[in-house]
């Protein structure tokens, strides 16, 4: 059997190595656009901003593809013939498969504004972007795009020296996964570090003369000689779609609890693949590390015959830069379509902070900041189980007691509602 890996990324590496752990035999093909082993994309902001060496930033080497019996094809994929089962390289040549993984990630969303190809604009998503913009010799920088990839490119063009204003064009910053208070409370350790935060606002134009002289937006202009673009990525579904695939409404490659698509014996995982939320069971499209491990996983074992299902991705990001770090998991209070029987809990302690986001008695998420950050797993176990909270209430006295006949966990959960 030969299994092809559209990816050389964290789900395509996954499918790999667990295939490997189960079948030594399976022929196993990566097919990846980018000529070296297998990086992390949540270090590149720490090697640009120097913390780290470039060679660090690898999760594996070449040889390690060989040890493992992994051939690496590098050239880009441009097309897939299901009903031949053959992937088409860009150079002409081609890859037969018996079974297919869609691992091609997501494609960096570039604003359609003028100005926008001068010289000292920049990305921040694969290794080629890090390269360049660790290279670049400049003194003023503005980031478009406060999402994780934003502020982390924030913090390092400070920490090599540069003068920075991050602009979001939503009201506050890392929308999709904190409140607009929890966020105010993030943007605040920004300025605090030297970081210029623009809210509410909006990117009109990159000025200069072939390159970076400076930035319009539809409320100032602000002089700088470098662009960071971190505007946000959408699946790479193009190849997929044409392949016959289905497209889900977050506009992610549609699996199902196997994690194969539409299209017989080819399956997706990662940042391209649309699953389900593992709680709600709606579709979701959480791009986030864990979730393509998971993913991963379950496809190796699919591929070698053994029984797989995925439970379903679940939503848990960490923030961390300079000296802050948060935790956002679940739901957040915006992102909830109906917001009645919504409860809210929240404590401030010095920088410390939490909230709970309780919906019909049952917990749809939660966000901290410092030291409340380091027992988010426990909340997790909460939304995870759909523990019924007015139970906690109810039974406080009984649960809260030394002979408690509830799990200890029910009284950390039962000292974030406040009960005691």
């Given at each position: 059997?030969h299994v092809v890996?559209?990816g050389?990324?964290?789900g395509g590496n996954?499918?790999?190595?667990?295939i490997?752990?189960?079948?030594?035999?399976?022929?196993i093909t990566?097919v990846?656009a980018?000529?070296?082993?297998?990086?992390?994309?949540g270090?590149?902001?720490?090697?640009?901003?120097?913390?780290v060496?470039?060679?660090?930033?690898?999760?594996?080497?070449m040889?390690?593809?060989?040890r493992d019996?992994?051939?690496?094809?590098?050239?880009?994929?441009?097309k897939v013939?299901?009903g031949?089962?053959?992937?088409?390289?860009?150079?002409?040549?081609?890859v037969?498969?018996?079974?297919?993984?869609?691992?091609?990630g997501?494609n960096?969303?570039?604003?359609p504004?003028k100005g926008?190809?001068?010289?000292g604009?920049f990305?921040?998503?694969?290794?080629?972007?890090?390269?360049?913009l660790?290279n670049?010799?400049?003194?003023?920088a503005?980031?478009?795009?406060?999402?994780?990839?934003?502020?982390?490119?924030c913090?390092?063009?400070?920490?090599?020296?540069?003068?920075?204003?991050l602009?979001?064009?939503?009201?506050?910053?890392?929308?999709?996964v904190?409140?607009?208070?929890?966020?105010?409370?993030l943007a605040?350790?920004l300025?605090?570090?030297?970081?210029?935060?623009l809210?509410?606002?909006?990117?009109v134009?990159?000025?200069g003369?072939?390159r970076?002289?400076?930035?319009?937006?539809?409320?100032?202009?602000?002089?700088?000689?470098t662009?960071?673009?971190?505007?946000?990525?959408?699946?790479a579904?193009?190849?997929a779609?044409e392949a016959?695939?289905?497209?889900?409404?977050?506009?992610?490659?549609?699996?199902?609890?196997?994690?194969l698509?539409t299209?017989?014996?080819?399956?997706?995982?990662?940042?391209?693949?649309?699953?389900?939320d593992?709680?709600?069971?709606?579709?979701?499209?959480y791009?986030?590390?864990?979730?393509?491990?998971?993913q991963?996983?379950?496809?190796?074992?699919?591929?070698?015959g053994?029984?797989?299902?995925y439970r379903?991705?679940w939503?848990?990001?960490r923030?961390?830069?300079?000296h802050t770090?948060?935790?956002?998991?679940?739901?957040?209070?915006?992102?909830?379509?109906?917001?009645a029987?919504?409860?809210?809990i929240?404590?401030k302690?010095?920088?410390?902070?939490?909230?709970?986001?309780?919906?019909d008695?049952?917990?749809?998420?939660?966000?901290?900041?410092?030291?409340?950050?380091?027992?988010?797993?426990?909340?997790?176990?909460?939304?995870?189980?759909q523990?019924?909270?007015?139970k906690?209430?109810?039974?406080w006295?009984?649960?809260s007691s030394?002979?408690?006949?509830?799990?200890?966990?029910?009284?950390v959960i039962?000292?974030?509602?406040?009960?005691?």
């Amino acid at each position: 059997m030969h299994v092809v890996i559209i990816g050389n990324g964290i789900g395509g590496n996954a499918v790999a190595e667990g295939i490997r752990v189960y079948d030594r035999e399976t022929k196993i093909t990566i097919v990846t656009a980018e000529n070296c082993p297998e990086y992390d994309p949540g270090s590149l902001p720490y090697y640009i901003g120097g913390n780290v060496p470039r060679d660090t930033v690898f999760l594996k080497k070449m040889e390690d593809y060989r040890r493992d019996g992994i051939e690496l094809c590098v050239g880009k994929a441009v097309k897939v013939d299901a009903g031949a089962k053959k992937v088409f390289l860009e150079d002409g040549r081609e890859v037969t498969y018996d079974k297919l993984v869609f691992a091609t990630g997501g494609n960096q969303i570039i604003p359609p504004i003028k100005g926008v190809d001068k010289k000292g604009v920049f990305c921040c998503k694969v290794l080629s972007d890090a390269d360049a913009l660790a290279n670049h010799e400049g003194s003023s920088a503005v980031v478009i795009g406060s999402g994780l990839i934003g502020i982390e490119a924030c913090e390092a063009l400070k920490k090599k020296g540069y003068e920075v204003t991050l602009i979001e064009l939503m009201g506050w910053i890392m929308p999709r996964v904190f409140d607009e208070y929890t966020a105010g409370l993030l943007a605040e350790s920004l300025v605090e570090n030297g970081i210029n935060v623009l809210t509410g606002e909006k990117l009109v134009s990159i000025d200069g003369n072939g390159r970076v002289e400076g930035v319009t937006t539809d409320k100032r202009t602000i002089k700088c000689d470098t662009v960071v673009l971190a505007t946000g990525v959408v699946p790479a579904n193009t190849m997929a779609k044409e392949a016959g695939a289905e497209i889900g409404p977050t506009r992610g490659i549609k699996v199902n609890e196997r994690l194969l698509t539409t299209i017989e014996d080819v399956y997706a995982c990662g940042d391209c693949a649309e699953s389900f939320d593992a709680v709600t069971g709606e579709p979701a499209l959480y791009q986030l590390r864990h979730n393509a491990l998971e993913q991963g996983a379950v496809i190796a074992r699919d591929c070698v015959g053994l029984p797989a299902v995925y439970r379903g991705a679940w939503s848990f990001t960490r923030a961390h830069y300079f000296h802050t770090h948060a935790v956002s998991i679940g739901k957040t209070l915006a992102s909830l379509k109906d917001q009645a029987g919504v409860e809210l809990i929240e404590r401030k302690i010095g920088d410390d902070y939490y909230r709970l986001i309780i919906k019909d008695g049952r917990l749809a998420g939660a966000q901290a900041i410092g030291k409340f950050a380091d027992k988010m797993g426990i909340l997790l176990g909460a939304i995870w189980r759909q523990d019924d909270l007015s139970k906690i209430r109810s039974n406080w006295q009984a649960v809260s007691s030394i002979i408690s006949p509830y799990p200890w966990y029910y009284r950390v959960i039962g000292r974030y509602m406040q009960l005691s």
